[in-house]
């Protein structure tokens, strides 16, 4: 049992978290370039930058959940899912802008 917690463990860490953060990285890209900057003359951002949003974004607004009661597998899918589906919402709105 140990050994399968530790399995989840480096796959969490070594696959999946970097998976998560360019993924978040791209939808803040795409966003920001696509909506934001398109009001008032705002700047685009890199993805470089887009991914350093997203770390200071999810470190400020982060819950502070002393105890997880999700299992592994809804974790990774919610990781996986989560910016895929608000990356088919922000171009749909690009869509209409």
């Known amino acids: 049992m140990k050994e399968l917690t530790l399995k989840k463990s480096l796959f969490s860490i070594f696959i999946l978290l970097p998976i998560s953060i360019l993924m978040s990285g791209y939808v803040i890209k795409y966003g920001w370039n696509e909506i934001i900057s398109t009001i008032n003359g705002i700047s685009s951002i890199t993805f470089k930058?887009?991914?350093?949003?997203?770390?200071?974004?999810?470190?400020?607004?982060?819950?502070?959940?002393?105890?997880?009661?999700?299992?592994?597998?809804?974790?990774?899918?919610?990781?996986?899912?989560?910016?895929?589906?608000?990356?088919?919402?922000?171009?749909?709105?690009?869509?209409?802008?």
């Open 49 to 97: 930058q887009a991914i350093g949003i997203d770390i200071v974004a999810s470190f400020i607004l982060a819950s502070r959940r002393t105890k997880d009661d999700r299992d592994f597998q809804t974790i990774a899918i919610s990781a996986i899912t989560s910016p895929l589906i608000t990356l088919l919402v922000l171009w749909i709105v690009a869509i209409f802008m």
